[in-house]
């Protein structure tokens, strides 16, 4: 049995003024709120640091969507392992850091900005609220029932249906286990970071509601239809996926923590 007491975080980025308004954003780019810097502030406060429950030192890896919302609340979290933040862009392979003085390029690009942990793409339906969605539905003629619209079975016209999703989270899962249970050990850039990852196992991903839900979903191998159960992700939100009895091959989402129990045995 392979075994680690890895887990992987999955952090909700701050309010927007989308998501007070209830609008879906998949491919517009919206900032964080005031509001949405004081979610990620008090979240970073709560479980980022020595001792509590996201400890930077042992994090492998940091997973980040390309959207401006959840780059800012990685930034505002802390997270990487220097003072200054390195960001590793998957698709155009170029680093950027948060300490401009420095060379972004002579320093370890531990956070991974990557399309595999977008939003869900809304297509027609993006920049629109659940009521506006099930307005249009009902003028397209969609009786009954089957109106009122559900991501989980229905997707989103002219954007992305729940297999599309399924099928990239599935892609950075497979890459998040191999982090874990140390069998790959080079970074996308090329670097090599083999010592590293085999003292530190955790995995941060930082990004949107639905996309995140639909992760935890696959990481248990359950279908998106299974999000008709109504799980929730509120901005600033974090939540833990782990393993069964510490076995890599028993993926498991951990709904709650013993009080006082040890981080490093959960």
């Not at 979290?77 to 390029?105: C, D, M, V, W």
């Not at 099928?167 to 590293?196: C, H, N, T």
């Amino acid at each position: 049995m392979l075994s680690a007491s890895a887990r992987v975080f999955l952090i909700r980025h701050g309010e927007t003024d989308w998501t007070v308004g209830g609008k879906h954003s998949g491919t517009t780019d919206v900032p964080l709120s005031k509001a949405g810097e004081r979610d990620a502030e008090s979240l970073k406060e709560l479980v980022v640091g020595d001792g509590k429950l996201i400890d930077p030192t042992t994090v492998a890896r940091i997973y980040c969507s390309p959207r401006s919302s959840a780059r800012r609340t990685v930034e505002i979290l802390g997270l990487g392992i220097h003072s200054h933040q390195n960001f590793f862009n998957r698709e155009t392979k170029s680093t950027s850091t948060t300490a401009p003085q420095l060379k972004a390029e002579s320093v370890d690009p531990n956070i991974q900005i990557t399309a595999l942990l977008k939003e869900w793409d809304y297509g027609e339906y993006e920049g629109k609220t659940l009521w506006d969605i099930n307005s249009l539905r009902k003028k397209q003629g969609m009786p009954g029932e089957s109106t009122a619209w559900n991501i989980w079975t229905d997707g989103c016209p002219g954007g992305e249906s729940p297999q599309c999703v399924a099928a990239r989270v599935d892609e950075l899962i497979a890459e998040m286990k191999s982090v874990i249970a140390d069998e790959s050990a080079s970074w996308p850039s090329g670097q090599v970071a083999g010592a590293r990852s085999r003292v530190k196992q955790d995995v941060v991903c930082v990004a949107h509601g639905q996309v995140l839900t639909a992760l935890a979903l696959r990481w248990v191998g359950a279908p998106l239809s299974q999000g008709v159960m109504r799980l929730i992700f509120e901005p600033g939100g974090v939540a833990v996926l782990g393993f069964e009895d510490d076995d890599l091959s028993q993926p498991a989402i951990v709904l709650g923590r013993r009080p006082g129990r040890s981080d490093r045995t959960l």
